[in-house]
Each structure stands twice: as structure tokens, then as C-alpha cells.
């Protein structure tokens, strides 16, 4: 069981916006960098958004990442058929023992 | 550019030792956290582990008493065992590079494809 809480699934229109949070603690999102992952069906996932907010290179603007206190946030603005996938937040836990962890994943769908 | 690719059995008798490896190509294996992350059929992703080039490792609690990760350098390839292995641990098996600092993970940028294991008899 996940110590990062993400809705189970968002959806939205072609071309609208959407966000998926990523509830956590101050062991892991307070105080460690957040990633996140894009998962298209039967691929591998792909980072997204590391340190927070830094997207990598080839990484659309569309993908914002963003975080405060204990909760994280990822933005996806003009929504295309195409980013249709799974997507998981991701953050080191700082606790007894130390170990990354994913969040519980998200499902988006574009209607 | 930097490529990950599993091999290893996709069928694993259940008490048995599930075995991987991770060769990667591209770039050098020196620096990075080198981590295995599973994904069970329908379900989310689990971190699995990881080991620094220079050897030093840490594995996820869960599975700690069951997994060992180590590397060889001059081979380019890094390897998981995990032991004792029912049909809970039953999944598609990523070999993945991390960044991080001091031991602390923070991204996974580059991944494999992927290798389902299936422990079944």
C-alpha cells in the first residue's frame, strides 16, 4: 500500500486542462524532490517532471509540476488524445527506512 | 543516448530465485543509482531496490530479506535476485538509471522495456 495518495482517475475535453494531486507526508513529498511518470498503455514509464517543476528535455510545456508542503501537483494543459495513460508521482521516504515510493497512480482520460 | 534492455527466465517456479539482468548501453554504468522498480499486471509500480556504481545498495523494506542487487562494472550490467518467490511477485520487472545525491533518490530517467516474470509451477 502507497504512502502517496493520488486520485484513482481525472478526465477532461481535447484541449482543456487537467491536474492530479499527489498526497504525502513530511517524510517523503515535504522534504525530498518529486518526480513524475507518464504511462502509456503496454510501454514502460517515462519521466515527466523531476526536482518538483523541471521538465526534461523533449518534455512538451503543456507538463507543469509543482509542489507544497506535503502535496504535489502535475498540470496538463491542452489535453490530447495522446496523453492518455497512467500517471504516478514518485518521491524518496526519508522514514526509518529510507526507500523511494510511488504514488498510487492516476488514470486520465480525454472524453 | 543511454538504453536499458532485461533478460532473464519469464517463468519462475514458486520457492524459487527469480534472477535478471540489466545490460546498459550508451554511457557508462559509473555514477547513477541503477534500480529495479515491478509493476504486477493491472496494478501500480513498486521500487524494488537500487545499487550505486561503487557497490553500495538499498532495497525497498518490503522485500529486503529476499532481494540482492549487485553490478559489474566492466560488464555494463547490473543484476536482481529476489528468493523465495510466490505468485504474489508476479509482474512486468524495469531496470531503471537514478538520479539522486547522497544516496537519496530522485528521478528515474531512463528505463527497459520491461520483462514479465510469471511464477507459476
Known amino acids: 500500500q502507497s504512502v502517496l495518495t493520488q486520485p484513482p482517475s481525472v478526465s477532461a475535453a481535447p484541449g482543456q486542462k487537467v491536474t492530479i494531486s499527489c498526497s504525502g507526508s513530511?517524510?517523503?513529498?515535504?522534504?525530498?524532490?518529486v518526480s513524475w511518470y507518464q504511462q502509456l498503455p503496454g510501454t514502460a514509464p517515462k519521466l515527466l517532471i523531476y526536482?518538483?517543476?523541471k521538465r526534461p528535455s523533449g518534455i512538451p510545456d503543456r507538463f507543469s509540476g509543482s509542489k507544497s508542503g506535503t502535496s504535489a501537483t502535475l498540470g496538463i494543459t491542452g489535453l490530447q488524445t495522446g496523453d492518455e495513460a497512467d500517471y504516478y508521482c514518485?518521491?524518496?521516504?526519508?522514514?526509518?527506512?529510507?526507500?523511494?515510493?510511488f504514488g498510487t497512480g492516476t488514470k486520465v482520460t480525454v472524453l | 543516448q543511454v538504453q536499458l534492455q532485461e533478460s532473464g527466465p519469464g517463468l519462475v517456479k514458486p520457492s524459487e530465485t527469480l534472477s535478471l539482468m540489466c545490460t546498459v548501453s550508451?554511457?557508462?554504468?559509473?555514477?547513477?543509482?541503477w534500480s529495479w522498480i515491478r509493476q504486477p499486471p493491472g496494478k501500480g509500480l513498486e521500487w524494488i531496490g537500487y545499487?550505486?556504481?561503487?557497490?553500495?545498495?538499498n532495497y525497498n523494506p518490503s522485500l529486503k530479506s529476499r532481494v540482492t542487487i549487485s553490478v559489474d562494472t566492466s560488464k555494463n550490467q547490473f543484476s536482481l535476485k529476489l528468493s523465495s518467490v510466490t505468485a504474489a511477485d508476479t509482474a512486468i520487472y524495469y531496470c531503471?538509471?537514478?538520479?539522486?545525491?547522497?544516496?537519496?533518490?530522485?528521478?528515474?530517467?531512463?528505463w527497459g522495456q520491461g520483462t514479465l516474470v510469471t511464477v507459476s509451477s
Open positions: 513530511s517524510s517523503n513529498i515535504g522534504n525530498n524532490y
Open positions: 514518485g518521491t524518496w521516504d526519508s522514514s526509518l527506512s529510507a526507500h523511494f515510493v
Open positions: 526536482d518538483n517543476n
Open positions: 550508451g554511457g557508462s554504468i559509473s555514477s547513477f543509482y
Open positions: 545499487i550505486y556504481y561503487s557497490g553500495s545498495t
Open positions: 531503471a538509471r537514478g538520479g539522486g545525491s547522497y544516496y537519496v533518490l530522485y528521478y528515474f530517467d531512463y
